[in-house]
């Protein structure tokens, strides 16, 4: 339910309209904020959201499950709360949708050039919708049986409901995108044929490869990776094949391994699958509640943050280290040992040390990984595209340009795992330098 019109136009009179709107600067796709505050203040509600989408494909998503870094760099945020910007932002899209005002757009004129954009999250759909838009012959591969990458398959329906990223892919659908499910590029479709069928190929395929943990008894039953434990519960949500063996934190002791949003929504799902307990582990110290003078206004403050899923009822541990996983066949418990931080050093390094005799035990029924990713999968696709790949192992790109004549790269397939506002930006901006490419000028945005 959104909030009442008055709070929503007082939020918006909040807005000062700054000489220089650091909102602005904070958000990756640039939102005309300022400008969709003002509308919705004077009650212009349809000019609010032609200014919205006229810089981000979907705001429905960003409104929902953006942390919202154009908030830390709202001006009157220096001196009290910040403007509700991303409830604004859902707000005006979502009267868009129920006034009927968001329609298909037309494509331009058709230009006969036939692009490939491989993977279906938010960079792919971005790049996918805008190079539409140029007049191009699009066709999205998808290597899972639902559209939308991680917004659909990661993120859990109690954050972002699937009806959601749905109802989008249908305009995408009536646009004139063609959609290509269940289609693993490198396996089938092969890589041979898409060079074949395709002038331009984009790879929007994430980062995939999870950060491993291998430590002793790593092997054993029990220990999954996040994303192998959220993906099901999205697919048991949709009724659909959950795709393996069951993994389900029901009367379990679980033991989230990874501090970050994506431990958080494991954190959640378990509470939701009545696990017995939920801990939370992070070999960070940590954050400050406030930010430190190092971490100054208008940048994103690395403080402690609480998400609601931890509300819920989570035990959350900072400066813990995994040792060893317990247990005959499956895990019954995790050897931990409290850490040590270093001050940084003059290039901003810190050195981490066990501290002596400060080992303990965790029971765990179930541990669910959640360090994060290190790249994308190299095995298959892009080792038979022959892309190079940078320092990290993420697609090596030069303005999007990949190391392969007519293959670009955007997402978190070129810059590693990252936001979906970042990732909806650097699709738009992968699709401008391809339409440059083939015409020698873009009009896209
Ligand atoms: C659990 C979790 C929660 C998150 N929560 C948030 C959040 O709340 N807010 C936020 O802003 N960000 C969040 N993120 C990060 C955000 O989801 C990603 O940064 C964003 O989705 C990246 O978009 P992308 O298009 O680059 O890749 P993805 O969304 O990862 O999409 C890539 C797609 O490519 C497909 N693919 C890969 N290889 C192939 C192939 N060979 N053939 C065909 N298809 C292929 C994959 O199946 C996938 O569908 C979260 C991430 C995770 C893991
Ligand atoms: S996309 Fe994110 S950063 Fe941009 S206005 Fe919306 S909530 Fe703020």
């Given at each position: 339910m959104l909030p009442s019109e008055r709070r929503l136009t007082t939020q918006a009179a909040r807005c000062m309209d700054c000489g220089v709107p650091f909102c602005n600067w904070g958000c990756n796709v640039k939102n005309l904020i300022p400008e969709f505050n003002e509308y919705v203040y004077q009650g212009q509600w349809r000019a609010a959201y032609g200014a919205l989408q006229s810089t981000n494909n979907f705001p429905e998503i960003t409104g929902r499950v953006c942390p919202a870094p154009c908030e830390a760099s709202?001006?009157?945020?220096?001196?009290?709360?910040?403007?509700?910007i991303r409830m604004l932002e859902k707000a005006i899209i979502e009267k868009a949708f129920a006034k009927g005002w968001v329609k298909p757009n037309n494509p331009g004129p058709a230009t006969g050039v036939k692009i490939a954009v491989i993977g279906s999250g938010p960079s792919g759909l971005a790049a996918a919708q805008q190079l539409n838009l140029a007049g191009h012959d699009v066709t999205v591969f998808e290597k899972n049986e639902v559209i939308g990458g991680l917004m659909s398959l990661g993120i859990p329906d109690f954050k972002l409901e699937l009806e959601i990223v749905q109802r989008r892919v249908k305009l995408l659908e009536q646009e004139g995108i063609k959609f290509k499910v269940n289609s693993h590029v490198g396996k089938n479709p092969t890589v041979k044929k898409i060079l074949k069928d395709f002038d331009y190929v984009c790879l929007t395929g994430g980062s995939e490869k999870p950060r491993d943990?291998?430590?002793?008894?790593?092997?054993?039953?029990?220990?999954?990776f996040a994303m192998d434990f959220l993906l099901q519960q999205n697919r048991r949500n949709a009724e659909?094949?959950?795709?393996g063996p069951e993994i389900t934190a029901k009367d379990k002791c679980v033991v989230v391994i990874g501090g970050g949003d994506t431990g958080s929504d494991c954190v959640g799902t378990s509470i939701r699958q009545k696990a017995k307990s939920v801990t939370q582990i992070e070999i960070l110290p940590a954050p400050p509640r406030k930010r430190k003078e190092n971490n100054p206004w208008p940048e994103w403050p690395n403080i402690m943050r609480t998400s609601s899923s931890q509300e819920e009822g989570c035990k959350r541990d900072f400066a813990v280290i995994s040792q060893e996983f317990v247990g005959k066949k499956k895990v019954e418990a995790i050897k931990c040992a409290r850490v040590k931080w270093s001050k940084p050093d003059k290039d901003g390094r810190t050195m981490m040390t066990v501290i002596p005799d400060s080992e303990f035990e965790l029971k765990a029924d179930m541990v669910l990984l959640a360090m994060g990713f290190v790249h994308p999968v190299h095995e298959g696709m892009l080792n038979d595209f022959g892309i190079d790949l940078d320092e990290r192992g993420n697609v090596a790109t030069d303005n999007f340009r990949t190391s392969v004549a007519n293959i670009f790269a955007a997402g978190d397939m070129a810059t590693g795992q990252s936001l979906i506002v970042r990732a909806i930006n650097s699709g738009r901006e992968m699709a401008k330098a391809v339409d440059k490419a083939i015409k020698g000028y873009s009009h896209l945005s």
């Amino acid at each position: 339910m959104l909030p009442s019109e008055r709070r929503l136009t007082t939020q918006a009179a909040r807005c000062m309209d700054c000489g220089v709107p650091f909102c602005n600067w904070g958000c990756n796709v640039k939102n005309l904020i300022p400008e969709f505050n003002e509308y919705v203040y004077q009650g212009q509600w349809r000019a609010a959201y032609g200014a919205l989408q006229s810089t981000n494909n979907f705001p429905e998503i960003t409104g929902r499950v953006c942390p919202a870094p154009c908030e830390a760099s709202c001006v009157a945020g220096l001196v009290e709360e910040p403007v509700t910007i991303r409830m604004l932002e859902k707000a005006i899209i979502e009267k868009a949708f129920a006034k009927g005002w968001v329609k298909p757009n037309n494509p331009g004129p058709a230009t006969g050039v036939k692009i490939a954009v491989i993977g279906s999250g938010p960079s792919g759909l971005a790049a996918a919708q805008q190079l539409n838009l140029a007049g191009h012959d699009v066709t999205v591969f998808e290597k899972n049986e639902v559209i939308g990458g991680l917004m659909s398959l990661g993120i859990p329906d109690f954050k972002l409901e699937l009806e959601i990223v749905q109802r989008r892919v249908k305009l995408l659908e009536q646009e004139g995108i063609k959609f290509k499910v269940n289609s693993h590029v490198g396996k089938n479709p092969t890589v041979k044929k898409i060079l074949k069928d395709f002038d331009y190929v984009c790879l929007t395929g994430g980062s995939e490869k999870p950060r491993d943990l291998p430590i002793p008894g790593r092997k054993l039953k029990g220990v999954h990776f996040a994303m192998d434990f959220l993906l099901q519960q999205n697919r048991r949500n949709a009724e659909r094949d959950i795709q393996g063996p069951e993994i389900t934190a029901k009367d379990k002791c679980v033991v989230v391994i990874g501090g970050g949003d994506t431990g958080s929504d494991c954190v959640g799902t378990s509470i939701r699958q009545k696990a017995k307990s939920v801990t939370q582990i992070e070999i960070l110290p940590a954050p400050p509640r406030k930010r430190k003078e190092n971490n100054p206004w208008p940048e994103w403050p690395n403080i402690m943050r609480t998400s609601s899923s931890q509300e819920e009822g989570c035990k959350r541990d900072f400066a813990v280290i995994s040792q060893e996983f317990v247990g005959k066949k499956k895990v019954e418990a995790i050897k931990c040992a409290r850490v040590k931080w270093s001050k940084p050093d003059k290039d901003g390094r810190t050195m981490m040390t066990v501290i002596p005799d400060s080992e303990f035990e965790l029971k765990a029924d179930m541990v669910l990984l959640a360090m994060g990713f290190v790249h994308p999968v190299h095995e298959g696709m892009l080792n038979d595209f022959g892309i190079d790949l940078d320092e990290r192992g993420n697609v090596a790109t030069d303005n999007f340009r990949t190391s392969v004549a007519n293959i670009f790269a955007a997402g978190d397939m070129a810059t590693g795992q990252s936001l979906i506002v970042r990732a909806i930006n650097s699709g738009r901006e992968m699709a401008k330098a391809v339409d440059k490419a083939i015409k020698g000028y873009s009009h896209l945005s």
